[in-house]
C-alpha cells in the first residue's frame, strides 16, 4: 500500500497494531545475531511446529534483540491484557511447557526475566497490559535498571521485518511531521539545540555538520550512514540495524531533505549478513510503501537508498577511506582538506554520520530538543548505546544517558567481576581507545573525560578485564589489529605500528631491555602526531593508557620477566608455576613422581621450596586457581602432592640421605657473611639459599626457637611442630648459624649488623595487632589472635571463657576459632562481609563450621560491653550491607542502624597485623604510610645500602608460601649483588624426565585430603588432616595434563 | 584570480595566493621543508609525514603538502618536535626493508640516504626486520627492486597523472603493502607500460633504476618530470 | 701521562674498514703518540685485554663466536665504536638475512659445490638465525656509519676520542 496521506498512514497503523498487540496470544523470538547463535533459530522452529500441531490460536513471529547477550535466547510472551514478558536462556525444549502454560492463559515463572507493562517508543506507548506481580519489571533487574533506550527504543519488541509494526510504533511520523510543516532551517536548528554528537566516536556537533552540507551549493548531494562497525567486541550497530531497520532509514530520510540530498548510501559491512538482510528488506518495503523514492508522502520530496556491502577494512570506516571505497578505489583514506562536506563521493558534498547518529534523529524531531538534552550530561546529551563485554557478570548492549559513571557499567549493570575475580580496568573505545583502571572508575563516561584519560567513546565498545588480563598482552593485542588493519599509506601508522608490535612482542616475550619502555612511549607519541588518519592518530592509544595506568605491569615483563596475569606465555613455565609465589617446578615433580622417582621427585621439591612439608599443610594454594585440569573438572591437587613428597622423606631413613644431598649443592665458600634477621618462612627460605650460594649465614631469631609464625602463629592441629622441626633440621645441616632469643634492634641493633655484615636481610613478621577503634579493647578478655596463638603454642596459661566471639574472617581468625574450640569453648565468628569474601583458606572455613562455630555475617563490631569487674560480658555488632565495589573487587560493608548483641566473655581481635611501629622506626629504615618498609619492588633493596627486607615486613600481614618467594628472591638478588654475577641459576641441576603429554586424560576426578572426624579432632590438637596415600598421589600425578611442554623450541641459532 | 594571501613563515612574512599549500609557498620562498613523497607536478599524497609543520592556533601537526594556506597563518616548518619526529621517519623507512645503501646504484644521489644524512642519523633505532623482498629484472630497459621501496608512490602518480598510463599502483595494507603493476603482473609482462622511464625518473631511492649502471652510477632526472608536469599545466 | 688503550676488532665485514683506518697515513703517528694498539687484526695480541679505552669494530654479528667476542669486548672496553655499515646496519652480511641459514647453507654448500658438496660443520663456528648490527646485541657507545668510513672520518673520530672528546658526527657520514 502506497502511503500518500494521513488516512492511508492511520491505516497502516491500525493493521500494524494488530500485529504488535493482536487479540490473541503473541510470542516473539529474540533472533538477532546473538540470539541465533545461542540457539534461537530451534527455538523459533519449535514454537512454529508446536502452535501448528497443537493449532494454537497464537502469533509467532520474530524479534532483535532486547540487549541480555548474556541470556540469550530471549523470548517475549505475551496475553492480551497482560505485561509482556521477557523470558531467558530459553531453549527449544521448553516450548511445550510454555504453550501449556499459555493454553490455560498463564506465563511460565521458570524463564520469565523481567515483565513489561507498558513500553515508550518515544515516538509512540505501547500498553501491554497489567498483572504478574511477581515478576520484576524489566526496569527493576539491575542488567537494565539505569538504562535509558532511545536508540534501542523498538529493538527487542518489534518484526524489524515488518515495516506495518515500526509505523505501528510511531515510526514514519517524524519523517511524515517533517515533511508537512517543517522547514529544512527549522529541523536543522532544532538538531542544533539537541547537541546531539556524533556517535561514530569523534563527537561532532551533527547539526552543525549537517549545516555545512545544507549550504554546500551543487547539483547532487550525498549523505551516507557508516555502518562499517569494526572494533574488536563491539556490535552496536548490528543490533540496532538487525532489531530496527526502518529507524535508520527514517532518520536518513530526514537528513536528506534537511540537506537537500538525494540519495542516501548505508555502506554496511559485509560480515553482518543479517543486517543486510533486514536492510534490504527495509528498503524494498518502504519503497512499495511510498515511503523511499519519488515524491515521498506525496509531498514532492525524492530520496533513495542504497546498499553498499564494504570490503571488510577496518579503515574504511575512516570517512575518507568510506568514500574511496564507495568509488571503487582502495581503501585509503587522503588528507583533509577537502573535508568531504567540500568534496566527498564522486567529488560532491557529502555528509556521513555514524547508524547511530541517524537512530537519535527521529525522536528529536519528534520529542524536541529540550526533551533530549534533559538525559545525559550537558556537553553530551543523550544516551549512548556500549557493548559490555569480557569479564563482567552480565554482558550485552546497554544504553546508557552519557555522563553515567563507568563504575555504574560494571558493577550495576554488569553485576561485577566473573567469579568474584576483581575487575582491575575497562576499556573503551576499541582499538582507538585505551584501558581506564579502577582507581577511575568513578569517571563519568563522555566524550571529553574519557579523551582526558587518554582513551576515546568510540562508538561504545566496553571490555572489562580482570586480574586474568595481562595488560602488556593487551596492548599488544590491539597493535596487532592496527598493524594489520594499517592501509599502508603513511609511514608513522605503516611502518611505525610494525616497530611498535616489535617491541611490546619482545615484551611478553620477555626479551625486552628497560630502555625499551622509553621507546614504545615515543613511538607511540610520534605516530598519534604524525599519522595522516584517524585510525593511526588513535592506534597508539591503548598503549599509551596501558604505560600511564599499568606501568608496573609492563616493568614486571622486563625487569622480572614475569606477567602476573599469567597470559604471555613464554614468561612462564605453566600456569600452576606462574601463580605460585615460589615459582616451583609443579609438573616436574609429579612427572618424576608418576616416573616412580620419588627421591628426584623430593630433590626437584626441596630445591624449589625449602619447607615443603608445611607448605604441603598450609599453603593458600594459588595453583588450584590457575590449573588448566579446572577446565575438564577441577584442579590437580598439587598442594598434597609435594606435601606426600615431602613427608615420604623427611619422615623417613632417606631423610639423611637427601639431606646430604641438597647440602652437597653447596657452592664454594665465598667468604661474605650474611645476616638474616627473623626465622620465620622468609628468613629461613632466605638463609638456605644463601647458605648454599656459599655465604656465611647468621640467622637472628627473638623467639625460642625458629620457626615464625609457622611455629607460633599456626597451630599444631594444621602443621605439628614436629614436621616443622625436621625441615629446620635440614637447613641447619647447610651450616647455617641461629642465635634465638635476640630480638634485633633491642639485644643487636642494626649498626652492629652493618659492621659485620656485607648484606643483611630483614624479614620479620607482623606480629603486632592493627590498631583497632573500638570502644571495650581495654577489658579482661579481650586479646589479638596472634597473641592468643601464640600463647596457646607456647604453652602459656590463659585465661580463655566459655563464649568465644572472633572478629575477623582471614586465617588468624579461623586458626583462633578452632584452636578456641578445641580448649573447650563456644565459638562464633563475626565477620562484615559474605562468607564468599573471606581470606580464609576455604577448606579451614568449612573445617570451623564442622566443628561447630558459628558465623555471623554482614556484622562489624560496634562495642565490646564489660561487666562490673572489667570482664568481657558480651559484644554488640552493627549489621552491615553491602555497598559499592572497592578496590579489591568485593563490595564494601556500610553500617546499617541495627545493633546485635551476642553474650560473650572472650572477644578475639583478628582484624589484621601490622609490622612492629617501634621496630619500624628504630630501624632507620625508610618506612611507607602502611607502616611497611620501602624497598625497590624488583631487587629488594631497602633505602640503605646493603640492607634488603622481604616478606610481610614489607607487604604486611600476607600468607606462607608469599613470604618465602621473597627469601627466594632476597637470596637471588643479595648473592648476584655481592658477586657480580648471577650465580643462582647455578644451584639447580638439569632433570631429565618425559616431555609428552599424557596419551589420555586420566579420568579420575581430584582426591580431598581425609579429615578426622569432626567430633574427634576437637578433643585434641592432633593433626586434624591425614596427608594422600601413595595411590591417591600416584592418581593426582596422573591428573596433570602437562601444560608446560610446549612444541619444540625455536631453532636459535643456524 | 586567486585571492592573495599573507601568511608567516617561520616569522616572515610571505605572500601566497589562495589554493596554494604551505609547501608550495614556503619552497618558492625559500625556506626548505624536507618531503620524500611531495613531487612538484604531481598531486600531494601527505603520505611521508615529513613536510609536517606546526600552525599556531592548530593543536595538531600538518602535512606542508597538503594544507592550504589561510591569510594570517603562522607557519613554523622546523622546532625539537619536528625535527625528532623527521628523523623517525627517516629511521623507520631505513629499517622497514633492506637498504644496503653500499651496494646500491643510487648510493651517492639516494633521497633517503641524504636525508638520514642531513638530519645526522648514524643507526637506526627500532631495529631491522629482514624482510624477503622479490626484485624484478623482466623488463628489459628496468630493474624494479622492493628492498629499496619506500611506498612513496611517486611513480604511481607521474604514470597516472602524466603519462596517463597508471600503470603502478600499491596493493594489499600495512607493512605488507606492495608496488604493484598492472594487474600483478612482472614488468616485463605489463602491457599498459609505455617504457617511458618516467616512473624510474622521479623515485627517489634505488628502488626503480636503469639496467646495466653499477653502484654509485644511476642519476636521476626527477627536476625534469616536475619541469614536463607544470609545463602540462600542473596536476590533474 | 697514561697512553690511551686502544683495540680493532674484526667482525664480518671485508676488512675494507681496516684499511680505511690504514689510509690515514701520517695520521697515524699522531695516533701511535697518544694510544697503544692492544689489540686487533694490525697487532699480535692473541687475547683481547682485560681493560681497553677504545674498541673499533668492524663488521656485524653473524655466528656464535662473534657473537660471544663482541660481548667479551664489551665487558671489557670503555668506550665502543661501531665502524663502518656493517658494524652499524649489518649491511652486506644482512643480505642472507631473509632466507633461512639451513637452506643458505644447503644452497651453497651443497647445491653450489662443484666437488665435496656438504655444510661444513667441523670447525666453523655456527651462523646466527641473521647477521645482525652490534647495536642488537651490546650497548654500543658511538656509531660510524659508511662504506668504509672515509679515512678523513676515521681520523676525526679517533683525534676527539684521544682527546677525550665524543666526536660530533651529525652530517659528517653517511650510509654507504
Known sequence: MQIHDIGNFTAVRAAGMAKLLPYKPRIAVGMGTCGTGNGAEGVYHAFAEAIDRRGLDVQLTRTGCFGFCAREPLVNVWIPGRPLVIMHQFQANQVDVVLDDLAIGQITRAHALCKIEEWDHLTSQVKYGTGLPDIPSWNEIPFFKGQKKIVLRNCGLINPEDIEEYIAVGGYLSLYKVLIDGTPEAVIEQIKASKLRGRGGAGYLTGIKWEYLRKAVSDQKFIICNADEGDPGAYMNRNEIEGDPHSLLEGMMIGGYVMGATQGIIYVRAEYPLAVHRLGRAVEQAKKYGLLGENILGRGFNFDIELVEGAGAFVCGEETALIASLEGRAGRPRPRPPFPAQEGLWGKPTNINNVETWYNIPPIVSKGPAWFTETGSVKSPGTKVFSLVGKVNNTGLVEMPLGTPLKDFVYDVGEGGVNGHSVKAVQTGGPSGGCIPLDMFDTPVDYETLAQLGSIMGSGGMVVMDEDNCMVDVARYFIEFTHSESCGKCVPCRVGLDKALRLLNSFTRGAATPAALDGLDELSRMIRDTALCGLGQTAPNPVLTTMRHFRHEFEDHIRAKRCRAGVCEDLALSPCENSCPLHMNIPRFLQLYKEGRLEEAFESVIMDNPLPASTGRVCQHPCDNRCRRISIDEAVNMREVHRFIADSIFQSDKFDKMAELVCSKKLEPTGRKIAVVGAGPTGLTAAFYLALLGHEVTVYESAAEPGGMLRYALPEYRLPNSVLDREIELIRRLGIKFICNTPVGTDVTLNELDTQFNSVFISIGTWKEAWVYLAGTELRGVMPALVFLASVAKKEPLELGKKVVVIGGGNAAIDSARTAIRMGSDVQIIYRRERKDMPAIREETDAAAAEGAKFVFLAAPHRIVGDENGRVKAIEVVKTRLGEFDSSGRRRPVPTDEIQRYACDTVILAVGEAVDPDFARASGLKIKESGTVEVDRYTLETSRSKFYAGGDVITGASNVSNAMGYGKKAAKNIDQRLMGVNRFDKLFRVFEYSQHPPAQVSSCGRHTVREVDAAERIQNFEEAVAGFTAEQTMDEANRCLRCDIRESAHEMAG | ?236 | MNKLRLATVWLDGCSGCHMSLLDIDEALMGVAMKADLVYGPLVDAQEFPKTVDVTLVEGAVSSQEDLEKIQLVRQRTKLLVALGDCAVTSNVPAMRNPVPVKKLLERIYVEGADVHPGVPSNGVPKLLKAAVPLQDVVRVDLHVPGCPPPAGTIAFVVGELLEGRMPELSGKVRFG
Not at chain 2, 626548505?32 to 600552525?55: D, F, K, N, Q
Open chain 2, 1 to 236: 584570480m586567486a585571492q592573495k594571501v599573507s601568511i608567516r613563515i617561520d616569522g616572515e612574512y610571505v605572500g601566497a595566493k589562495e589554493g596554494q599549500t604551505i609547501l608550495e609557498v614556503a619552497r618558492k620562498a625559500g625556506k626548505y621543508i624536507p618531503a620524500l613523497c611531495y613531487m612538484e607536478g604531481l598531486s600531494a599524497v601527505g603520505a611521508c609525514r615529513l613536510c609536517i609543520v606546526e600552525v599556531s592556533g592548530v593543536g595538531r601537526l600538518l602535512p606542508a603538502c597538503t594544507t592550504p594556506v589561510q591569510d594570517g597563518m603562522s607557519v613554523t616548518t622546523n622546532s625539537e618536535k619536528l625535527a625528532r619526529y623527521r628523523r623517525m621517519v627517516v629511521d623507520f623507512l631505513l629499517s622497514e626493508r633492506n637498504h644496503y645503501c653500499a651496494v646500491c646504484v643510487s648510493n651517492g644521489h639516494c633521497e633517503l640516504q641524504g636525508l638520514a644524512q642531513k638530519f645526522g642519523i648514524t643507526h637506526v633505532h627500532y631495529g631491522y626486520g629482514y624482510p624477503k623482498m622479490p626484485v624484478d629484472l623482466s623488463h628489459e630497459r628496468f630493474v624494479l627492486d622492493h628492498n629499496r621501496c619506500i611506498l612513496c608512490t611517486r611513480c604511481v602518480r607521474v604514470c597516472a597523472e602524466v603519462e596517463g598510463a597508471h600503470v603502478w599502483d600499491t596493493a594489499s595494507r600495512g607493512i605488507r603493502t606492495m608496488l604493484t603493476g598492472e594487474l600483478n603482473r612482472p614488468w616485463g609482462a605489463i602491457r599498459s607500460c609505455t617504457g617511458c622511464g618516467k616512473c624510474v625518473q622521479v623515485c627517489p631511492t634505488g628502488a626503480m633504476a636503469e639496467k646495466g649502471w653499477a653502484v654509485e652510477e644511476m642519476t636521476k632526472r626527477s627536476d625534469s618530470i616536475s619541469w614536463l608536469a607544470t609545463q602540462r599545466g600542473g596536476r590533474e
